[in-house]
C-alpha cells in the first residue's frame, strides 16, 4: 500500500510539472508581440536572422516540441536578452544566492512560529502575550517592501550595526532573513495559536483532561502534535516561495537570486529565463507539498499512506 501510495504522489507531481512546464511555455508564445519586438533599431533582416537563430520562425507546435526534448534533457536553451548565456549558467549562479537566505529564513520562520504560539497560548492572559499576539496581526497585512525598508532605516541608518545591502558578510544576511520571515512568522503563529484553541473543543482533549493527565503531556502531545498538521500544510508554498527568491527582498537589499531575475526576464521578455525559473520553482514546490504528504502519517496516526 505504501508503494502504491509513494508511486501514485510521484507520478502525479510529475503529471503537474508537465502542465506547469506546457502551460507556461504556450501562455508567453501568445501574448501579443514577440521578444525582439522592442528591438525597433534592428534591420527587418537582422531580426529575421536572430528569430532564426532561436528558431522562432518555426510553426508553435515545432517550438513546444523541441522545448519540451530540450527541457527533459535539462537542457533550458540559450538566453535572449544574455548573449552568449545558457538559462543553465544563469539559474545555476543566482539559485545559490536565493538558497541560502531561503533556507535560512525558512529555518528562522518555523522556529519562531512554534516558539511564539506555544508562549502566547501558555500565557493567553499576560500583557507580554497580548501584544505579541496584536503584533501578529499588524505584521501580516504589512507589505514586505515596508518591512524592509523601517528596518533599514532603524538598524542600518540609525544604529549604523546592520548592512543594508549585498551579502558579503554573516551580518548581511539578517535583515534579508527578517525582512522575508516576519510575515510568514505572523501568519503561521496565527494559524498555530488557532488551531491550539480549536483543540481545546475537541473530545480527546477533555478527556486528557477528565483523566489528569499532566498539563506539559496534554501541551505536547495532545495539543501541539495535532496543531502541526495545518501547520505544515502551509509550509510548502511558504517554503518555496522563501527558497526560489523573493523579488521585493532581492531588490531592496540588492540580492542577485532567482526572485529577482525572474521579474526582470519578464520585463525582457525572455521566455526561456522565465520558462526555466518557473520550472524550478514548481519542482521545488511539488517536491516540498511530496514529502510534507508524506509526514502527515507520522505526525498523525489517524492519517494513513492510501
Known sequence: MKIRYFLTKIISSLLVIFIVVSATFLLLRVLPGGPFDSEKRLPPKVKINI????????PLLNQYL???????????????FYPGKSVNEIIKKSLPYSLKVGI????????????????????KNHFLAK???NSLYLAVGTPTFLIGALLIMFFSVNLKILPAALLETPLSYVLPILTLSIPSISFLS??????????ENTMY??????NNIKSEVVLKYYIIRNSLVPFITAIGPISAFMITGSFVVESIFSIPGMGKMFILSIINRDYPIVCGLTIVYTIVLVSINMLIDF??????KRIKYE
Not at 523541441?66 to 535572449?80: D, Q, R, V
Not at 518555523?110 to 508562549?119: R, T
Not at 509526514?295 to 498523525?300: A, F, K, S
Open 51 to 58: 528569430e532564426k537563430k532561436y528558431k522562432l520562425d518555426q
Open 295 to 300: 509526514t502527515y502519517p507520522l505526525i498523525d
Open 205 to 210: 482533549y477533555r478527556n486528557a483532561k477528565l
Open 104 to 123: 535560512l529564513s525558512l529555518i528562522f520562520t518555523i522556529i519562531s512560529s512554534i516558539f511564539f504560539a506555544k508562549y502566547i497560548y501558555n500565557n
Open 66 to 80: 523541441f522545448y519540451i526534448k530540450s527541457t527533459s534533457k535539462l537542457e533550458l536553451g540559450p538566453s535572449y
Open 131 to 133: 501584544f505579541l499576539t
Open 190 to 199: 496565527k494559524l498555530m495559536i488557532e488551531s491550539m484553541n480549536d483543540i
